[in-house]
């Protein structure tokens, strides 16, 4: 419903989410006529918005997950504090689950695939169970590289974009970044897949 009230300026200024409403602009002018448009749709389409959960003019926010700011996007701390808190699994519902909470901040770690293989293996049904020094191995190091995760880059007009790529018999991965005026290299995300067991 919200996103259908918004579609006349659906990437203009704003992303939506269900009903989780985050309003982008450079500019104090930019962003009060953006609040205006969104603001009007709504009242149009009979939605109505918590005062108290509305924040205006802001220079970072949560959104889904991450903390938004000028200079990029990373985990908020609350989500690092799960994954670093997460017992070491006994089970394969335990891996699911401790994968499932990494995979959300996937973009943010290179070879997030590769890394994580040992613990995906666990979880297929013919797989018999085995937690050895790799799968300790793995499970650490996907919770150190959510601690010491980058801050990625929001893409900036009149850049240049490089795609970088990796391939092996075992997997997949790329690199997306951009290029500033000044020289400056920024990594925009990460992906990566396993191609087969290695």
Avoid at 90 to 99: A, D, G, H, N
Avoid at 127 to 146: I, N, P
């Amino acid at each position: 419903m919200v996103n259908h009230s918004l579609k006349p300026v659906l990437g203009d200024c704003y992303e939506c989410y269900l009903d989780d409403i985050a309003l982008y602009s450079s500019t104090p002018e930019e962003h009060y006529h953006g609040v205006e448009k969104v603001l009007t749709l709504l009242y149009k389409a009979g939605l109505t918005l918590k005062p108290e959960k509305c924040h205006f003019f802001q220079r970072q926010l949560e959104f889904l997950g991450y903390l938004v700011a000028e200079d990029g996007m990373r985990p908020q701390e609350n989500k690092i504090r799960v994954v670093q808190d997460f017992p070491i699994p006994r089970r394969p519902k335990q891996i699911r689950q401790f994968l499932g909470l990494r995979s959300w901040h996937k973009a943010f770690i290179p070879h997030f695939s590769y890394i994580a293989a040992p613990l995906y293996y666990l979880t297929k049904k013919e797989q018999r169970w085995k937690w050895d020094l790799e799968e300790q191995r793995a499970f650490d190091q996907l919770k150190t590289c959510l601690t010491h995760a980058p801050v990625l880059a929001l893409p900036k007009e009149d850049t240049t974009l490089g795609l970088y790529t990796d391939a092996s018999d075992a997997g997949l991965g790329a690199e997306l970044g951009q290029r500033l005026s000044d020289g400056t290299y920024q990594v925009l995300t990460y992906v990566s897949r396993i191609l087969r067991p290695p």
